[in-house]
């Protein structure tokens, strides 16, 4: 029952109740009528009648109007007469509206007037009519939007006439949503038919016009903000696929010190240096998408090594987070390629590793937009021997390898990865003066509006996306970000039951501003006081204490080794699992409650310390505020590929889903509520046979 | 008692029970589905330790009458089986632990029976399709641990297809995002292993702002505020991790509210009559709430956490 006053009082036997016990003495007979009518398969005029009556009455029930089908089916079967095909059709028709009348959402009502159309015994321009009166009625009505576009495409409507009919109706009322919905469809379905840019432009631009007009009537109303929105998003960025960042990245040098010994030990206190320090059992590369993709292969990907010109690559590229076989990030591990020179006791070799991403079609986002390749990057690797000149044999056929990688806060440019052709030099040209023609009127708006939060927030939404598109990146993210932080702190005063997607937006930002800018980097960084490996230190990167409740562009870390995020109010930690690297990761004194909320660490193999202590982790996933789906069927499962028949529901152990893939050898969890859990701590310990440490004590 | 600032547990068990019975004109215009009534009562008891409160072997007998030789179950004995039905039936069983008394490979068969080329699903044999028999198909199958019967790829191709662009989903194609269809969207596709298609943030921003002044929320924008979205968007919200984004307390609140604390039952806002499918989503949004004494709910699957539990293990 929706919106019907609440009677007070018992029964007071007074008149209304009287008329509801004649209408329950009028309808329990005929319900009963109508499905024994039913199950008879009897279709006289007389039956149909009852169950019009009954429909006009509670137009919801599913099965009068199957009965109805059956029916209209027996009856045009038994006549040969198309003119009498036509009047049934009319009379279901006629039965539909009064239904309708009754209640306009009756999904059963709608259905079987597509079903009746779908006979093609009626004109369609009728139906044109009827919506325009229920929309006239109630222009939100979904039942009614569904339906006109059932019958503008069983019409074969042009697209530009459903466009005006969308114009006409947020002209009506700026507050309709669903037309603005409805544009955004049709607007979709016109770009993907012509995908030409300089339309896309010319529309794109008249579209702005009319949300304009939406806002400054009713700076209050979201429809036309939420809008916006999407358009700002369709002009300012290509939905294609882009390449964020990699590991190594562009013109690095990395030297390979083949003589170190092969070992499992990260330690974290040693002294200062400059150099940093990897303890890897090879060379991986990794590539950083915007998007998850797919495709990434042998094949769309070259890598080259010169001036060996043996297979470069060794084994596959591998989806790091797999999501349905798509990931965001990719790896590979670069073929070995040493023994014979150990053996000629050469002492430095250098090879050029040329990589070619994109280099035949095939890379594929998830939302099916091919990667616009292709980028290339090149790097050094030089191997060297110092020290003594002896060469262990590695009898466990691993090869440990130090690499040293010199500059590495040096932020990736962009530009020197997006391919830059000119149809999108144009476009960012275009885009860049949309923007600050978009910026001027939010501002406009904020001086007659100063506290419309919907104002606010565009204009925080504009001044990211115009940091984004800059071709100067630095020098704008510099003008904005600093603005942006203050506006996400407005909102949060101003719209406070938001305030935590304000905190999140917020945290984003300000990982943007100091990821981005090496001199930040640097001041939060320091080496030497924390660790080392084989006596050379490892820095660590400081994000503490920065009220962070969101990451973000951890792709522009892809070489970190220790990070401290201690003392922020992280909830969530996707984006943690770029950090392939990550030997060490402070996240004490967070707001981590639920333990499937680590899954992203669990694709950290190379992690060996944990602190996350001071959290809300307990035991039992479903408290907190984030509640934990119970059960997911892995589509990329190989299990399920191999052996169709073999499929396996658990209910998932978040504990040991998370911790059993992970060679963790320290761990922090005190000051969680799960860890005066003794059940907490025995499958933590049964999932992490590698651990030494839990909490500063000796694992037994 | 009077005053609406806690739950009145007692009262709405009262009033649930009160239900079974009844017979004014209210219960005869529902009798078509009267399944569904039958779930949402009966999980709402659930939620609130009372299931055995009503006479079990009575409501499973009266269930395995519902159900067609085709496999499906219709609404109530006498009418014609349908997904939405099916998907209610084998929820109340398993709330009873007692799927084991159904052929499963026989609703299996019904479901995918029900399948389309593009990976969508009939309600019935009538041929409407809704992305809400998505999630009944996928729902019903993943309980019976049969999602092996359809094409799941092809069903997930179909759901992703209705996405929006703010990040909903309609009902087809489409079709304007509504937070009911969203639920049905995201619930099937976390079930299903694929929430990394749903833009997290976007939609999550949408839902967030589903919350109007009063605390309650809406279904779409510029639209008033009911209870029962206090299910369909915060079951959304949970599924996607972001309950934070709202004001949870004044949500509470506005549950509270639209309590009738003196004859049980919760409405669709203050001082509207009250009726079992709102008790369930008040309920149902105050578990996800972590409202003390409740049981807690499976986001996706809509049945208490213990039932899917055993439901797995």
Known sequence: MHGRPRKRGGGDGGASEQKEKAKIAFLEPLQAQVLQNHHNCCYTKEALQKNARLLELNPEVNTAWNYRKLALRHLIASEQDVEVHKALAREELRVIEMALARNYKSYGAWHHRKWVIGLGLSLLENEFRLLDKFMDADARNFHAWDYRRHVASVQGAALEKELEFTRKKIYDNFSNYSAWHKRSTLLSQLFKENGVDILKHSTLSSEFELVHQAFFTEPDDQSAWFYYNWLLDHAAAAPDPKLLSTWPSDAVLITIDEQSEPSQLLHFRGISGLEETILL????IFLCFSKPVTGVSGLTVSVQSVPDSKQALHGLWKPVANKGGASNIWSA????????????RVYELSYNVRIEIGSTQGIISQDGHPFLGPVHLTFVLRSTFVGSYIVKDDIHGEQNLKIVEDDKWEPHPEQALAAQSLSMLEKVTWSEKLMKEEIGLCR???????????????LARLLEVQQNI???????????????????????????SHAEYYQDRHSLNLLDQITSDSAQLKERWSIGLHGSVLGRDIGILWLNGLSLSKLGYMERLLSLQMLDLSYNHLRALDGLEALQFLVHLNLSHNLVSCVHTLRPISKLQRLRSLDISHNKLTGNSYTGSGVSVAVCWDLSSKNRMATPSSHTFEYLNDIEDVFKCMNLEELAIAGNPGASDNQFRVSLLESLPSLKLLDCKSVP | MDDSSTLHVQKHVEFIKSLDNKKDLESLLTEHIRMNGAYWGLTALDLMGSLNDLDQDKIISWILQCQHDCGGFGGNIGHDPHILYTLSAVQILALYDKLAVLDSSKIASYITGLQ???????????????????????????????????????AITYIVSCKNFDGGFGSTPGGESHAGQIFCCVAALAIAGSLHYVDKDLLGWWLCERQV???GLNGRPEKLPDVCYSWWVLSSLAILDRVHWIDRESLKTFILDCQDIENGGISDRPDDAVDVFHTYFGVAGLSLLEYPGLKHIDPAYALPVNVVKRVFS
């Open chain 1, 281 to 284: 059992e090879g060379v991986p």
């Open chain 1, 333 to 344: 591990d670069l073929n070995h390629f040493t023994d014979a020179k150990i053996k000629k």
């Open chain 1, 444 to 458: 406009e708006l904020l001086e007659l509006e100063s506290s419309s939060k919907w104002a606010t927030l565009t």
């Open chain 1, 470 to 496: 800059s071709q100067d990146k630095r020098l704008t993210l510099r003008n904005n970000t600093a603005e942006v932080l203050q506006l996400y702190e407005k909102l949060t005063r101003i719209d406070p």
């Open chain 2, 116 to 154: 389309q080329n593009d990976g969508s699903f009939y309600g019935d044999e009538w041929g409407e399709i809704d992305t809400r028999f998505s999630y009944g198909a996928i729902c019903c199958l993943a309980l019976l641990r049969r999602l092996d019967a359809i094409n799941l790829e092809k």
């Open chain 2, 213 to 215: 002044k009063s605390g």
